[in-house]
């Protein structure tokens, strides 16, 4: 059974880096988009990026500026950083395995079905 | 930017109802949606993926359906355990999720 572990520091400053890890495992790494996903205390999710084995990512467009994907698979583990953070980046981070649906054999998507407990990054002066 | 609007935000029901929630996108989306049922200081479970198929392991009184813009979540008959919150995601262009519906007991 897959199981995702993540980490990484709660506590930011304004103007920081947030920096979280996420490793896999009980399965494969490869053949799957890994995201990280955020939600904001009392509000909605948000999806901020995801990266497969190779190193390929996507990334939220309003996003996009301050956030890096990166992927070790020696570790099976795959990490998020987000520059220069705000209070408006408080929130509780996830970090989820995107499963690819084929059709005739061609993958065409990934949907999130196991995730992350969650790490709560708070950020303050 | 896709953006999701579900409906209604808040749903209030009892055990044993038919409730249906609604997702709606901004632009056609095929049927590259999913559904998500999330519990207090829980993650979010994944009960709907590509719009209609049910995810292993989630009981089949849920159903989903619908493409291009609108689609729907359908519990048969409420549990007790089916009182959470719900959201849409879509994945046609980037990800973008619903804003939620709460489901309540009434």
């Known amino acids: 059974q897959v199981q995702l572990q993540q980490w990484g520091a709660g506590l930011l400053k304004p103007s920081e880096t947030l920096s979280l890890t996420c490793a896999v495992y009980?399965?494969?790494?490869?053949?799957?988009?890994w995201s990280w996903i955020r939600q904001p205390p009392g509000k909605g999710l948000e999806w901020i990026g995801e990266i497969n084995h190779s190193g390929s990512t996507n990334y939220n467009p309003s996003l996009k500026s301050r956030v890096t994907i990166s992927v070790d698979t020696s570790k099976n583990q795959f990490s998020l950083k987000l520059s220069s953070v705000t209070a408006a980046d408080t929130a509780v981070y996830y970090c989820?395995?995107?499963?690819?649906?084929?059709?005739?054999?061609?993958?065409?998507?990934?949907?999130?079905?196991?995730w992350g407990k969650g790490t709560t990054v708070t950020v303050s002066s | 930017d896709i953006q999701l609007t579900q409906s209604p935000s808040f749903l209030s029901a009892s055990v044993g109802d038919r409730v249906t929630i609604t997702c709606r996108a901004s632009?056609?989306?095929?049927?590259?949606l999913a559904w998500y049922q999330q519990k207090p200081g829980k993650a979010p479970k994944l009960l709907i993926y590509?719009?209609?198929t049910l995810q292993s392991g989630v009981p089949s009184r849920f159903s989903g359906s619908g493409s291009g813009t609108e689609f729907t979540l359908t519990i048969s008959s409420l549990q007790p355990e089916d009182f959470a919150t719900y959201y849409c995601?879509?994945?046609?262009?980037?990800?973008?999720f619903g804003q939620g519906t709460k489901l309540e007991i009434k």
């Open positions: 009980g399965g494969s790494f490869s053949g799957y988009y």
């Open positions: 995601q879509q994945l046609n262009s980037y990800r973008t």
């Open positions: 632009q056609g989306i095929s049927s590259y």
């Open positions: 590509a719009a209609s």
């Open positions: 989820a395995r995107g499963f690819p649906i084929r059709v005739f054999g061609v993958v065409i998507r990934h949907y999130m079905d196991v």
